[in-house]
């Protein structure tokens, strides 16, 4: 079984780590650097659970070999709120609308839709639906996911670049809005 | 009972779970790592019926990495109780088997397990085992038709059942249920007008984004095995381990933590769960199994798959007489629970909201050669399939609208209680209300005329109404859910219960009940359940029965736990316990601002200065309440659909989809809504797009997304609500809302399209409706796909 060394650069943090060639990107995450919120739920390449971002892309990290990320900066979700554990606008999003409920779709989504709001700031609905289209959720029945595009469209625009939301205090578990 | 709004009950309440899983920290069942744990693949059967004449797993073992392969001589004859708590020991149930032995009965059985270092090499493992089949006939409805698998007595599924018939209703399975009914035949033969139409549905399938699995470790020393596992009902899964080994259920310890949605599927613990737990215990090691992709299509548990005539006779003004029909289920060959069948459900609520007169079912379900039934959201939702379907089909043929049909037949306010044709008591459901809402808002009759004016320009709109009412049953470990409440001695309130959330925000809800009830801020509400260690024993998650069972148990125990503080609390203020107040965790004399004291003070008495308190207050803060739900609960719902067909591609696109519902008290309307949405697109998918398919020989076509197809954002409307709210009359004002969504959308879709396509005169009664069966329709009979 041939290994090899692999230099990337993940969340920020310098990786190294030996890897069997066969070994997906994913299972390297997961297994490897036990960052568990990339998550399985095809592994063909349909639901985008998997979904991380390689050098500013949102790839689907089952489909590709963890060796080909080599020399890359990859970002999964838990990169994506900010050094102090302040949530995305997106993320924020997605618990201001009800944007989840088992939760095990949400980091595909979630990475994919930074990714897509970066490529589209104010997108239309119909973008939206297109946007996300890649990745599926069998819980909520997108309506939630697709008030958090549009919710995180506006946060992203009404804030400066690379801001986190405001109000985002992950305590605050009282009433909504 | 009036309904409630409060500081936390009826608001939506942002969820306490999301913190954690919108940034990567959830811990899901494949999250778990123990160390020295080795990974499970399974061989699977190729063929759907065969003898397995060679099983040579020599090259397998010989696999760098491969610790061990299990087959059926390993494990199966281990094996002592198997039954499920839900069920009970009683129930008939087909054979089980924890591997294939010396036959195999479906595509995907598993017949062994390779035990290695990692799934990599475990499925390197599986590809090296050598084992050849002798191929029998297979029994399958997609090549002999129901009736002649029911009727073959020389091929059987399971030659130790004798017959492919699983169970048949009315019969000697179905105590209480009358073998015929003179008067309803009275009547079909004297009624005005008698319609009969069979509907069916298809195969289609849970489909949780987070497939089954498990984590499990025997430790000799202790007598302890260990599980975490992605369960709905973690008792269910700690019962079934003990039981399947032979110890004790204190031996068993099963955690799940965050859960990756179920649907059903993962009610109770799958064959190959209990194949890795069994060998775990045998070989005294930690093992995993994750099912990938594919073998939870293929064998996770199918959904579905059935169909159902019904003959319904209405005098001269629409009035419905009576009733007769006759299901039929194919339930595959291993069916998760109890015999399979769900005919007794779909026989007891077939009636739904409307009167239904003299009523007689009868049903038979085939065992096949294919994967077995498992519990989908709604398992018995044929009822409202076929009803809602027959509401249309019936005002059709005797030229009245549907609307109209509905609200002659619908049971009424006057009416209540009101006990159906299969001896139900509605005692608090609105469905005339629901109906009503749901026609005012999508504007039914403005629709009409813009249906007509669309037609004139070739556009095909159709409009589709259904109606039913949701049951949650409350018998058996199902009625009687606990939940343990204590105060520690920092004032924090601690509750445990014995649910299972798997996306159902019970964590954020079950809160919500307790911090209102017992009048403390909601952060203060440290809640536990999915730990078998340190839960009262409960059923699970399942059934619709959250909010109203646990939410009831959740709102009985604060009752009591809040009286206590306050008995405490007027011992130490000196005042009378029925002059004393609590919010927020201050306890106050009322009408004197100044004499108040908190929660932890209260509990510091209760623990430590109890002496203080009179002989007949124990000291401490704890209480449980297991409550003891009515036999039934029900909620009910209306939903209309918008639809338009595109005449050229057979595409259908939902224009608009609404749903008007009485769930009673909503603890959280948002996430009585998000539950509502995702069983809607649910049934989207199941009409549109889903469909598990085998060929004539029992092999599936289906067996990825890129085949089986579920709905996107794409395809799915923004749904619109209406709330109508009646209490019912258990603690909490709660009723069941959990299944509905999955359970009443394929008619109201189904009878859309079917408005869409009148100018046809297009029979719409099957699934799904797919571009081609859609072109097939507008065609006509003779092209149909459908005609025999
Ligand atoms: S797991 Fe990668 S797309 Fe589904
Ligand atoms: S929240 Fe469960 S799959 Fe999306």
């Not at chain 1, 490897?32 to 500013?56: N, P, S």
């Not at chain 2, 594919?294 to 001269?316: P, Q, S």
């Not at chain 2, 004393?580 to 004399?589: E, F, N, R, S, T």
Request: proline share 5%.
């Amino acid at each position: 079984m041939s290994e090899h060394i692999l230099h990337l650069t993940v969340n920020g943090e310098a990786q190294h780590v030996l890897v069997e060639g066969r070994k997906t990107l994913a299972d390297m995450l997961r297994d490897d650097l036990r960052l568990t919120g990339t998550h399985l739920g095809c592994e063909h390449g349909v639901c985008g659970a998997c979904t991380v971002l390689v050098d500013g892309a949102a790839v689907r990290s089952c489909l590709m070999f963890a060796v080909q990320a080599h020399g890359s900066q990859v970002t999964t979700i838990e990169g994506i709120a900010d050094a102090d554990g302040g949530l995305s606008a997106v993320q924020s999003a997605f618990r201001e609308c009800h944007g989840l409920q088992c939760g095990f779709c949400t980091p595909g989504f979630i990475v994919s839709i930074e990714s897509f709001l970066d490529a589209h700031p104010d997108p239309s609905d119909e973008d939206i639906r297109e946007g996300i289209s890649g990745n599926l959720c069998r819980c909520t029945g997108y309506q939630g996911i697709i008030k958090a595009v549009r919710l995180a469209a506006e946060t992203r625009a009404a804030t400066p670049q690379d801001m986190s939301a405001p109000d985002d205090a992950v305590s605050d578990a009282r009433v909504g809005a | 009972m009036t309904a409630v709004a409060g500081r936390y009950v009826g608001q939506s309440v942002k969820r306490r779970e999301d913190a954690r899983l919108v940034t990567g920290h959830g811990r899901f069942v494949e999250d778990v790592a123990w160390p020295g744990t080795l990974h499970v693949a399974f061989l699977r059967s190729p063929i759907a019926r065969g003898r397995i004449v060679n099983l040579d797993v020599s090259a397998a073992l010989a696999v760098p990495g491969v610790h061990s392969v299990l087959t059926a001589a390993d494990l199966n004859e281990h094996a002592r109780e198997w039954w499920q708590n839900m069920i009970g020991k009683d129930a008939p149930m087909p054979p089980k088997r924890l591997l294939a032995e010396h036959d195999v009965r479906f595509v995907g059985e598993a017949i062994a397990m390779v035990l290695a270092t990692s799934r990599y090499v475990a499925e390197d493992g599986v590809e090296l085992i050598d084992v050849d089949f002798e191929a029998e006939t297979p029994v399958l409805v997609e090549r002999a038709g129901f009736e002649g698998v029911a009727a073959d007595d020389a091929n059987l599924v399971h030659p130790e059942w004798g017959s492919n018939v699983a169970q048949a209703l009315p019969g000697p399975m179905g105590p209480g249920m009358p073998l015929d009914n003179p008067a309803l035949e009275a009547v079909l033969a004297s009624a005005a007008h008698v319609v009969t139409e069979t509907f069916t549905q298809h195969r289609y399938l849970c489909v949780p984004m987070e497939s089954q699995g498990i984590n499990v470790r025997w430790d000799r020393h202790r007598e302890r095995l260990e599980i975490v596992s992605a369960t709905q009902s973690p008792h269910e899964v700690r019962s079934c381990a003990a039981r399947l080994i032979g110890i004790n259920d204190s031996q068993v310890h099963v955690v799940a933590d965050d859960v990756g949605g179920g649907f059903g599927q993962k009610m109770f613990p799958a064959t190959e769960e209990l194949a890795v737990i069994m060998a775990a215990y045998r070989l005294g090691a930690a093992l995993r199994w994750i099912e990938d992709r594919n073998e939870n299509l293929i064998a996770g548990g199918h959904a579905r798959n059935e169909d159902l005539t019904m003959t319904v006779a209405t005098d001269e003004s629409g009035k419905i007489l009576g009733v007769r029909a006759h299901h039929r289920e194919d339930i595959g060959a291993f069916p998760a629970y109890a015999v399979g069948s769900s005919a007794s459900s779909v026989g007891m609520y077939l009636p739904g909201p409307y009167g239904f007169g003299e009523y007689f079912f009868s049903s038979e379900a085939v065992f096949t050669n294919t994967c077995g039934r498992v519990a989908y959201r709604g398992p018995w939702m044929m009822e409202s399939v076929a009803r809602e379907q027959m509401m249309d089909v019936t005002a059709l043929a005797i030229g009245m609208d549907p609307l109209e049909f509905r609200r002659r037949n619908v049971v009424t306010p006057d009416q209540l209680p009101f006990t159906t044709s299969t001896g139900l008591v509605y005692e608090t459901v609105t469905p005339q209300a629901t109906l009503e809402q749901a026609a005012e808002m999508v504007g039914y009759d403005a629709f009409r005329a813009e249906q007509a004016e669309a037609r004139t320009h070739g556009r095909l709109l159709g409009i589709g109404l259904s109606s039913y009412i949701e049951p949650s049953v409350g018998f058996g470990i199902m009625g009687a859910e606990q939940v343990d409440l204590r105060i520690d001695y920092d004032g924090s309130v601690v509750a445990t219960t014995g649910s299972g959330s798997h996306g159902q925000s019970v964590e954020t809800t079950l809160s919500q009940v307790i911090a209102e009830t017992l009048g403390v801020d909601i952060d203060k509400v440290v809640f536990t359940q999915g730990d078998t260690a340190v839960a009262p024993f409960g059923s699970g998650t399942g059934g619709s029965r959250t909010a109203a069972v646990y939410g009831g148990a959740a709102r009985e125990a604060s009752v009591l736990l809040r009286n206590k503080v306050l008995a405490i609390a007027a011992e130490v203020l000196e005042a009378s316990s029925d002059d004393l107040d609590m919010d927020l965790g201050v306890v106050a004399v009322r009408g004197n601002p100044g004499a108040t004291i908190s929660l932890a003070d209260v509990a510091a008495v209760a623990y430590a200065g109890y002496t203080i308190l009179p002989e007949s207050i124990e000291p401490g803060l704890d209480v449980s309440f297991r409550i003891r739900a009515p036999m039934f609960m029900f909620s009910n719902a209306t939903h209309a659909a918008v639809v338009e067909v595109d005449p050229v591609t057979g595409a259908v696109k939902v224009l608009r989809y609404l749903v008007s519902e009485d769930c009673g008290n909503m603890i959280n309307p948002m996430v009585v809504e998000g539950q509502i949405a995702g069983g809607v697109v649910q049934g989207i998918g199941g009409v549109f797009y889903e469909n598990f398919v085998y060929d004539a020989d029992g092999n599936p076509l289906t067996t990825t997304f890129l085949d089986y197809l579920l709905p996107t954002a794409a395809e799915v409307p923004t749904i619109e609500y209406g709330h109508i709210v009646t209490p019912s009359p258990t603690p909490g004002g709660f009723k069941p809302i959990g299944e509905g969504g999955a359970i009443n959308s394929p008619a109201a879709l189904i009878n859309a399209v079917r408005d869409a396509l009148t100018p046809f005169g297009a029979r719409v009664v099957s699934q799904p409706l797919g571009p081609q069966q859609i072109v097939d329709l507008i065609k006509g009979p003779a092209s149909s796909a459908e005609s025999i």
